[in-house]
């Protein structure tokens, strides 16, 4: 059983910076690849970040625009989510995710554990 743990959610203004974590502290972290999904207010979920199994491919949503970066430490069982240059449209609720594939997936169906979630705010 696979349990996601995110954190590094918070206030901030336009311009600004975040780092989210997402910890899966039972250490199976490395038989799966991982994605990043969020959901703002009034919106469906959408698609942020993947990253295949060993971390060698990752792939990212346009709307990224090369703001975000998405990395992990197997040895930490962590994945991470940089968010830079941050606009209030990226306000949203960020949840990580879990396949148990070596390769990576877009679609949230095709993810088979998820995290707990964690918000992101941008103010103006």
């Known amino acids: 059983q696979v349990q996601l743990i995110e954190s590094g959610g918070g206030a901030v203004q336009a311009g600004g910076s975040l780092r989210l974590s997402c910890a899966d502290p039972g250490r199976t972290f490395s038989s799966y690849s991982m994605g990043w999904f969020r959901q703002g207010p009034g919106t469906t979920g959408e698609f942020v970040a993947a990253s295949s199994q060993s971390g060698g491919r990752t792939v990212y949503a346009d709307f990224v625009k090369g703001r975000f970066t998405m990395s992990r430490d197997n040895a930490k069982s962590t994945v991470y989510l940089q968010l830079n240059s941050l606009t209030p449209e990226d306000t949203a609720v960020y949840y990580c995710?879990?396949?148990?594939?070596?390769?990576?997936?877009?679609?949230?169906?095709?993810?088979?554990?998820w995290g707990q979630g964690t918000q992101v705010t941008v103010s103006s």
């Open positions: 995710a879990a396949a148990l594939t070596s390769s990576y997936y877009t679609r949230p169906e095709r993810y088979n554990y």
